[in-house]
């Protein structure tokens, strides 16, 4: 929530209103929200949040190992488990394939997600509620291809955030395991080391496309001629974006996020090899 607010207030300072930002950091924003909005504004849109998350983050993660696996080489030390794997650029391939299969098929449930945070943001209250939103996109903005807007900087982001994510973990969580000297044994030290490193790396990569995207994706486009209101077109909102410095502007907030994905991410897996041993 915080994070897609502080991406979208810089398209205020070219509405005309150039003073101090009106989020000015998380712990403030947060506290503004909560003032203003109440407990459940700092939850809006958490239904298609978890929609996109079920759909996103299941594909991506769950396809990485297997395109990990075509990409290796039968009998070689990748797959022997020695040193620290596969090298990094066949996972950082693996990455960026699972996240554009995965984007592209969730990219309605994005637009969703990031229409039903910004909505009182902007002071419009169009709609009620996830499924509602679907339906009055669908309905206003030309079907189908109204729930794919911005699918291209969703799917740059995705390919930038599971190339860098994934394999970061991945190999610093290996080089970690393999350096004994270091003091690291496979346990929680070694995931929360791993998963801190792999969030800060992925965020500072995919902060300014992760920014076009909540803009692009928050305007309202014409169901005849599919342009938007505020941005022709990707490049035209980064051009815009950039003339006003803003496009890091909530690098912290997506390091902070990815953490905390990578983390649950991490429970979910430990869960889901217990589930498996136990059916063995």
Same mark, same amino acid.
């Given at each position: 929530?915080?994070?897609? #607010?502080?991406?979208?207030?810089?398209?205020?300072?070219?509405?005309?209103?150039?003073?101090?930002? %009106?989020?000015?950091?998380?712990?403030?924003?947060?506290?503004?929200?909560?003032?203003?909005?109440?407990?459940?504004?700092?939850?809006?849109? /958490?239904?298609?949040?978890?929609? #996109?998350?079920?759909?996103?983050? &299941?594909?991506?993660?769950?396809?990485?190992?297997?395109?990990?696996?075509?990409?290796?080489?039968?009998?070689?030390?990748?797959?022997?488990?020695?040193?620290?794997?596969?090298?990094?650029?066949?996972?950082?391939?693996?990455?960026?394939?699972?996240?554009?299969?995965?984007?592209?098929?969730?990219?309605?449930?994005?637009?969703?997600?990031? %229409?039903?945070?910004?909505?009182?943001?902007?002071?419009?209250?169009?709609?009620?509620?996830?499924?509602?939103?679907?339906?009055?996109?669908?309905?206003?903005?030309?079907?189908?291809?109204?729930?794919? #807007?911005? /699918?291209?900087? =969703?799917?740059?982001?995705?390919?930038?955030?599971?190339?860098?994510? /994934?394999?970061?973990?991945?190999?610093?969580?290996?080089?970690?395991?393999?350096?004994?000297?270091?003091?690291?044994?496979?346990?929680?030290?070694?995931?929360? =080391?791993?998963?801190?490193?792999? &969030?800060?790396?992925?965020?500072?990569?995919?902060?300014?496309?992760?920014?076009?995207?909540? %803009?692009?994706?928050?305007?309202?486009?014409?169901?005849?001629?599919?342009?938007?209101?505020?941005?022709?077109?990707?490049?035209?909102?980064?051009?815009?974006?950039?003339?006003?410095?803003?496009?890091?502007?909530?690098?912290?907030?997506?390091?902070?996020?990815?953490?905390?994905?990578? &983390?649950?991410?991490?429970?979910?897996? #430990?869960?889901?090899?217990?589930?498996?041993?136990?059916?063995?």
């Amino acid at each position: 929530m915080i994070k897609t #607010r502080m991406q979208l207030q810089g398209e205020l300072e070219r509405a005309g209103t150039p003073n101090r930002p %009106r989020y000015p950091g998380i712990i403030s924003g947060l506290k503004m929200i909560a003032r203003s909005e109440g407990l459940s504004g700092l939850y809006s849109g /958490v239904p298609a949040a978890l929609l #996109r998350e079920m759909i996103y983050s &299941g594909i991506r993660l769950g396809i990485y190992d297997p395109i990990k696996d075509l990409l290796s080489t039968p009998d070689s030390a990748e797959n022997r488990g020695t040193g620290i794997g596969m090298p990094l650029w066949k996972k950082i391939t693996a990455g960026a394939a699972a996240g554009m299969i995965g984007a592209s098929i969730a990219n309605p449930t994005d637009v969703v997600k990031i %229409r039903l945070q910004a909505q009182a943001f902007t002071g419009t209250r169009a709609y009620t509620g996830t499924f509602h939103a679907f339906k009055t996109i669908w309905q206003s903005e030309g079907g189908l291809p109204g729930l794919y #807007r911005g /699918v291209g900087p =969703t799917t740059q982001r995705a390919v930038l955030l599971t190339a860098s994510q /994934v394999p970061t973990y991945d190999h610093t969580k290996h080089f970690l395991l393999s350096h004994s000297e270091l003091g690291f044994v496979e346990g929680r030290k070694t995931h929360l =080391t791993a998963s801190f490193i792999a &969030g800060l790396v992925c965020a500072t990569v995919t902060a300014p496309v992760d920014n076009i995207k909540s %803009r692009y994706m928050n305007q309202l486009f014409d169901a005849r001629t599919g342009k938007g209101t505020k941005y022709s077109s990707t490049l035209d909102c980064i051009w815009k974006t950039f003339s006003v410095r803003t496009a890091q502007s909530s690098t912290a907030q997506s390091a902070l996020t990815t953490v905390c994905d990578i &983390g649950v991410s991490y429970i979910g897996g #430990r869960c889901s090899r217990f589930v498996q041993r136990i059916g063995s």
